[in-house]
């Protein structure tokens, strides 16, 4: 008798614990809404320099709060990918981490973009956004 007794109290802790998460995931979803699905977006551009219009190589490109980074090749392109909301705003920076090494001592630079895409699940391409930057030389 003992052992039907803690095998009905296990059972029933089990069925109260399980009960719980799913008021808690209800609980939330009704607060919060349902949660919003987000998608790779390739993020590309060019740095140049304002003065010739020339690429600049080098030139680090940073999406802060998206732990995502990466530099200018040769032809001042670059290219990232982010996961982002239809609709989100996104900033990037620009700065010239190595000075007169690239051709110049750039001032650093920002831009903002939001993304825009099909919210169709099946859109068979990746979404892309192009930010651009052209770097003026330092004092």
């Keep these: 008798m003992l052992c039907v007794s803690q095998t009905i109290k296990r059972r029933c802790a089990s069925l109260l614990s399980v009960l719980a998460g799913a008021a808690v995931s209800v609980g939330l979803s009704a607060c919060y809404g349902p949660p919003v699905a987000t998608r790779p977006v390739n993020v ?29 090749g ?25 000075g007169p090494a690239n051709g110049g001592d750039f001032a650093g630079a920002s831009a903002v ?25 330092r004092p």
């Design 44 to 72: 590309h551009g060019t740095a140049t320099a304002q003065t010739t219009g020339s690429p600049v190589n080098g030139i680090a490109v940073e999406a802060p709060g998206y732990a995502r980074s990466t530099s200018t």
């Design 74 to 98: 040769t032809d001042g392109r670059y290219t990232m990918t982010l996961y982002l909301h239809n609709g989100e705003a996104v900033r990037l920076t620009a700065t010239d981490p190595d």
């Design 113 to 137: 973009a939001t993304c825009s895409y099909s919210s169709a699940s099946t859109a068979p391409t990746t979404p892309e956004m192009e930010v651009n930057f052209t770097l003026t030389p």
